[in-house]
């Protein structure tokens, strides 16, 4: 190896740079860039919010890996002919699957910008880290979490939900987990969640080493929200059977129909018990910025973590998603690692311990929080807030729409933002199914589909700032064309 290299001697030409030879160029093409996706959002309801990829456009993406250079204009055409029409499409007013947030202009620049400094938000003493601890403060005010929370940005809700259950661990087997691994102890430990929780608690249970066994799915009412005495009597007899309860995971919003558990009641259970109270709040958590919704999440600020997603409710654009700890220091035995190459310092730029490194499994992080401080500070919390309460009665409007027309049913209450509804049909799984992928295909609105009691619903998640009630009505109309379409065709 050292011989090769002494025979082929480096180049130090500065021409290596991936800098352009000048810069104008890359100016002019930039601010047309810029232009473009302004006008993408601007024009959004002139596309269709989705359409299928022809087999020609994904075999451009077999390519082999390119070893030279490509002018920078055309591998734009690229993007803008082949991957902007075939995007999610969450962009779009008509996307009510899954539940996918909007974005809005504001943090598609802030992303911009974010990537021009090209932060590594991992440690070390600079604004950006400053800019992700403000994010921290503001939740922590939020949620009415004590001086001593923690919080950090990470990918998303399942991963903050990962998190909080190794921190949950390390609290209950105390921090010398992290060298023993699990052992006996760590078999006995068992977990709580309710029946309608997100599949991601499973994951995490399983990735972090207990096995998805481990997690109890309590029996819900018919609001889906957790049976509480259930939940005490499992508790109960999990422990006369010799196991050791260690967490119980609470839902502000569940992903198939927006029900929130009792949080009040869980958060005293836990306390009783000397559990750790966890609360999945992936979309449900900023419900607190509404003041129609904040009474229905009371017992929140009781809660040892929150997962959440500033990309979903708060309209940030992806990936957003955060976890604040009650307890920094829990927060920080979970993940601290200290490693000679990142020593710590009281002045220059490794100072300002702790760092996110601390409290997370990442050490190079991007710098989502800025788009989230631009998008906070820009709209402000009130204004966040009337979106979710508005995407709320949307939901009521489109429930009030469904309750009237004979041909549907309403197969879920609608608590929140989320409905769940069908098509009346022979074979209604089936048929209803087929209804969701039609529309999706025609482009006109991108419903998703949940198993309810083995019966399958089209559910619309309004998560979308700019949906409306005219884009509830296409998606109706939709509805009742291609459910005739398809009963005929039955
Ligand atoms: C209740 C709930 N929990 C967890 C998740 C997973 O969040 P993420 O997709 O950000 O990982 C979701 C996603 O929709 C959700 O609705």
Same mark, same amino acid.
């Given at each position: ?318 990936? +957003? $998603?955060? #976890?604040?700890? @009650?307890?920094?220091?829990?927060? %920080?035995?979970?993940?601290? /690692? &200290? ?55 949307? +939901? $009521?409007? #489109?429930?009030? @729409?469904?309750?009237?027309?004979? %041909?549907?049913?309403?197969? /879920? &209450? ?77």
């Amino acid at each position: 190896m050292t011989k090769a290299l002494r025979e082929a001697p480096l180049q130090t030409e500065s021409s290596e740079t991936l800098d352009p030879k000048n810069w104008d160029d890359i100016r002019s093409l930039g601010h047309r860039m810029l232009d473009d996706m302004i006008d993408y959002a601007a024009d959004i309801r002139d596309r269709p919010v989705w359409q299928p990829i022809p087999d020609e456009v994904r075999a451009r993406f077999r390519a082999e890996l390119p070893c030279k250079p490509c002018d920078l204009d055309d591998v734009y055409r690229e993007f803008t002919d082949f991957i902007v029409p075939y995007a999610t499409g969450n962009v779009h007013p008509g996307f009510m699957g899954w539940v996918h947030g909007g974005g809005t202009a504001v943090g598609m620049l802030a992303e911009m910008l974010a990537a021009g400094l090209n932060a590594n938000l991992g440690g070390r003493d600079h604004i950006p880290i400053e800019v992700e601890r403000q994010i921290v403060e503001w939740t922590r005010r939020m949620f009415g979490f004590p001086d001593r929370a923690s919080g950090i940005f990470v990918t998303g809700t399942s991963m903050a939900n990962l998190m909080a259950v190794l921190v949950a661990r390390t609290t209950a087997l105390g921090r010398s987990v992290r060298q023993r691994g699990l052992s006996d102890d760590g078999a006995l430990l068992t977990a709580y969640t309710s029946k309608a929780a997100h599949g991601c608690i499973t994951k995490a249970m399983d990735i972090a080493g207990f096995g998805s066994d481990a997690l109890r799915c309590i029996e819900v009412d018919r609001y889906h929200r957790i049976d509480v005495e259930a939940l005490r009597a499992r508790i109960a007899l999990d422990r006369s059977a010799g196991l050791k309860p260690f967490l119980v995971v609470g839902s502000a919003g569940t992903v198939d129909i927006g029900a929130i558990d009792d949080l009040s009641a869980l958060s005293s259970l836990c306390r009783e018990q000397g559990l750790w109270f966890h609360v999945d709040g992936a979309f449900g958590a900023l419900g607190i910025l509404s003041p129609a919704l904040a009474p229905r999440l009371a017992g929140l600020e009781n809660a040892d973590s929150i997962a959440l997603d500033f990309h979903k409710w708060g309209q940030v654009p992806y990936d +957003a $998603g955060f #976890l604040i700890v @009650r307890d920094g220091d829990r927060h %920080r035995d979970t993940f601290s /690692a &200290p490693a000679a190459y990142l020593r710590r310092e009281t002045r220059g730029l490794a100072a300002g311990s702790s760092w996110p490194c601390d409290l997370g499994p990442d050490l190079s992080r991007g710098f989502s929080a800025l788009k989230t401080w631009f998008t906070l500070k820009t709209y402000g919390t009130e204004k966040l807030g009337a979106v979710i309460t508005r995407t709320c009665a949307l +939901a $009521g409007y #489109l429930e009030a @729409r469904i309750l009237a027309e004979p %041909r549907l049913e309403l197969m /879920a &209450p609608v608590q929140l933002n989320i409905v769940c509804f069908r098509y009346r049909a022979n074979n209604a799984n089936l048929v209803n199914g087929e209804i969701v992928i039609d529309i999706q295909e025609s482009g006109i609105a991108a419903p998703s589909t949940t198993l309810l009691d083995g019966r399958l619903a089209i559910r619309a998640a309004i998560v979308n700032h700019r949906t409306d009630t005219g884009d509830l009505d296409v998606l109706l109309a939709a509805v009742l064309r291609f459910g005739a379409v398809r009963t005929r065709a039955a």
